[in-house]
């Protein structure tokens, strides 16, 4: 598999690493310095795209008119998911994104269905969400905490966020509350190494696809 890295920050020299190890090649790299060279973008089989908000969408974009399969992690842009799914469908390609590429947070969207029956009836549990990062983090609060906000199905859910430390990984946490009994639903990322692995394996499954994929574990495998 030939890949193209655009992000060459913490996450993409981690993604490097595994691409590396698993014997791909790497045809272009990109830091917010360089631009994209599209001669070696249209060689590439998948790209990994893990830039910042303003630049993530026009990435996206130039990857897929060149026939390019996209994994992106990037959050805190406006996902144009319609633009996107038609580029898909025309060119045959790939697109997909995740605010979170850990498997540990994609097991607990899978039980959040149970979580919302549970209280859908039961109005003596409140739902919060706490979430916490490293401070030089952008967005506040993270896309992970926003997507499980919003696939939670309470529109009183209110995401503490917390940006003190300088190693915080990233930690998030749902709580389930009443006067009774308070149910705690935890993920902490020890080694941002899980964010890139989980990319890869993903880009890897996605890559033959065609098709706007979100990180639906069902769909996806």
Known sequence: ?????????????????????????????????????INELKKCDLA?????????????????????????????WKIREKTIQKICEKNKVSFLHGSNFSTGINLIKNIIPEINLFTKDNHDFS?????????????????TAINLKDSLKNKKIKIESERNSTKEI??????????????????????????????????????HKTGYFNLDLKKIF
Do not use: W
């Open 127 to 143: 739902i919060s969400i706490k979430e916490k990062h490293h401070k030089y983090k952008i967005d506040s609060p993270s896309g």
């Open 170 to 207: 990233g930690f998030h946490e749902i709580i389930i509350k009443s006067k009774e009994e308070t149910i705690r639903i935890q993920h902490q990322a020890n080694k941002r190494h899980l964010f890139a692995l989980g990319a890869v394996k993903y880009g890897e499954k996605i890559k």
């Open 48 to 76: 990994f795209e893990f830039t910042n908000p303003k630049n993530a969408f026009s990435n996206i974009q130039l990857c897929l008119n060149n026939k390019v399969s996209v994994v992106s992690g990037t959050t805190g």
């Open 1 to 37: 598999m030939k890949v193209a890295i655009l992000g060459y920050g913490k996450m993409g020299k981690e993604i490097e690493k595994i691409i590396l190890k698993r014997k791909y090649k790497i045809l272009l790299k990109t830091n917010s310095k360089s631009e994209i060279d």
